[in-house]
């Protein structure tokens, strides 16, 4: 039997999610951009309430197409309010829309979303060996420059506790126990590379990451 970390349960969605998505480094704006309003959404709630909502927000929010989300009008914002499938809060529906226009702006200034929010991890994914639940923080020092710079930048539902949580989901940090199957899965114990970004997101230099995640320069 596999050994996993331990918050996923016996849940099969909660399962999936921990088992090929959770800490996977993704580089797909799309992606980048469902996931990131996906964990201001869930603020004040329980992560698998909204993994259950999850195929009804991508109907309701245009399957994530920022350009279409940032044109959205008054009849669209009743439209969601009446949504059942989605979390009904205005607050948040409100920040969707505007991190719409904020993404779109960074993709512009960056060449792609992707470029810019991976500068926060250095380009390659943190992997950090906690040996328990209990050793995994609410937030970093990573997490706290990514959500002063999201704020700056028009995004909301963007503080440094939902942004750790969202470094996490798509593979930024990788935070799965040293116990679990998943940690060896997505690279820790291998030897992989990895590409390293300066601040602007252009290409640095390559990083050799050795069976016991340790990084070194390739030149």
């Known amino acids: 039997m596999k050994q996993r970390c331990p918050w996923p349960g016996d849940d099969p969605l909660y399962l999936a999610y921990h088992d090929n998505e959770w800490g996977v480094p993704s580089h797909d704006d799309r992606h980048l951009f469902e996931m990131l309003n996906l964990e201001g959404a869930q603020a004040g709630l329980s992560w698998i309430i909204i993994l ?5 927000y991508r109907c309701a929010f245009a399957d994530w197409n920022a350009s279409r989300i940032a044109r959205f009008n008054q009849k669209d914002f009743r439209r969601l309010m009446a949504d059942a499938g989605i979390v009904r809060n205005r607050l948040k529906i409100h920040a969707t829309i505007e991190n719409a226009k904020a993404f779109l702006k960074v993709r512009e200034e960056f060449g792609s979303f992707d470029r810019y929010i991976w500068q926060f ?3 390659r994914p943190l992997y950090n060996r906690r040996r328990a639940m209990g050793n995994i923080p ?16 028009g995004f909301r539902f963007v503080g440094s506790t939902i942004c750790y949580a969202y470094m996490q989901a798509v593979g930024m940090v990788n935070d ?17 590379a990895y590409a390293a970004l300066s601040p602007d997101g252009r290409f640095s230099a390559w990083l050799k990451c050795s069976p016991d995640g340790i990084m070194t320069w390739m030149g």
Request: proline share 2%.
């Open 176 to 192: 799965h126990l040293t116990s679990c199957f998943a940690l060896k899965t997505l690279g820790f114990g291998k030897t992989a």
């Open 121 to 123: 991890a250095g380009g």
């Open 138 to 153: 609410a937030r970093t020092p990573e997490s706290d420059a990514m959500s002063r710079d999201l704020k700056k930048r």
């Open 52 to 56: 259950r909502k999850r195929d009804n």
